[in-house]
């Protein structure tokens, strides 16, 4: 790993979506459905289902596009932690979406370098079938590793995520909380160099956000590059070397994480 570059390099990054226009073609016949479920409540009408011509002729809808995400560049060099704050729907959590290769960018590119761990929204990174065990597996060949060097950190995963009980359980029976402690500790604990995390540290008692943070803290200082959202200012202000203000999709501020946080605060006093 050559760390004379930028760990993370994103430029003119944006994400766009289709609002409204024409319908889609309905071949499942789900439009039909809602219309009679609707116009005939109580009507038995499952039988709509699965028809295999389109039932959908519906007129056109005036569209438009609309950008999530617009004209964002930053770099991050090696064992920096990055805050991100914005209000939500600011896009950020688009942002982390991009980075972790979820979603493919409208326009621009980012590179990152290394291994990604990534612990986004609740359960985007596990398969609901399989249990705990299974999927810190899954996580593991994923990003390479051998089943050896999997096996000898399991005892650290799941101690620290503390769902021992419920580890060979599949996860689809989790609790949030429990499928975001099991997420952040794979992605902290698994052969990573560069950590992306989205709040993480809204659900869950106060000694686990706390080892959370010294885990981000300790996981940097050995070279690895954290990204993180978080809408604890306080948290974020304590734990980041730099942070950026993403507004309305937009990328407006970047510099310490104090005045990106007094820029935001002061944005929310006047809306």
């Not at 479920?37 to 039932?55: D, E, N, W």
């Not at 056109?60 to 995400?69: D, F, N, S, V």
């Not at 992306?196 to 080892?211: P, Y």
């Not at 990204?227 to 980041?240: G, N, P, R």
Request: charged share 25%; with cysteine; hydrophobic share 40%.
């Amino acid at each position: 790993m050559s760390f004379d570059k930028p760990a993370i390099v994103a430029e003119g990054l944006g994400k766009s979506y289709w609002v409204g226009g024409h319908k889609l073609i309905d071949s499942m016949g789900m439009h039909a459905l809602v219309d009679r479920a609707l116009t005939s409540p109580g009507r038995v009408v499952t039988r709509l289902i699965g028809q295999k011509k389109p039932t959908s002729h519906y007129p056109e809808i005036p569209g438009h596009m609309k950008w999530a995400l617009r004209n964002v560049s930053f770099s991050l060099e090696w064992g920096e932690v990055l805050g991100i704050v914005g209000h939500n729907g600011a896009g950020k959590s688009v942002l982390l979406k991009l980075l972790s290769r979820i979603t493919r960018p409208t326009e621009g590119h980012a590179i990152l370098r290394g291994r990604v761990g990534s612990m986004l929204e609740a359960g985007t990174s596990f398969h609901g079938e399989l249990t705990g065990r299974e999927n810190i597996q899954l996580s593991g060949a994923i990003l390479g590793m051998r089943r050896s060097e999997i096996n000898r950190r399991m005892d650290e995963i799941i101690e620290f995520s503390q769902v021992e009980e419920y580890i060979d359980t599949p996860v689809k029976r989790y609790s949030t909380g429990m499928v975001l402690r099991l997420g952040f500790s794979v992605a902290a604990h698994l052969d990573t160099d560069i950590m992306l995390i989205d709040e993480v540290l809204a659900v869950g008692d106060q000694q686990f956000k706390r080892r959370c943070i010294d885990k981000m803290r300790s996981v940097a200082k050995s070279g690895k590059t954290v990204l993180f959202v978080s809408h604890d200012m306080d948290v974020l202000k304590d734990i980041s070397d730099r942070a950026i203000l993403i507004r309305e999709g937009s990328l407006v501020m970047k510099g310490s994480p104090e005045d990106v946080v007094e820029e935001h605060l002061k944005n929310a006093g006047r809306s």
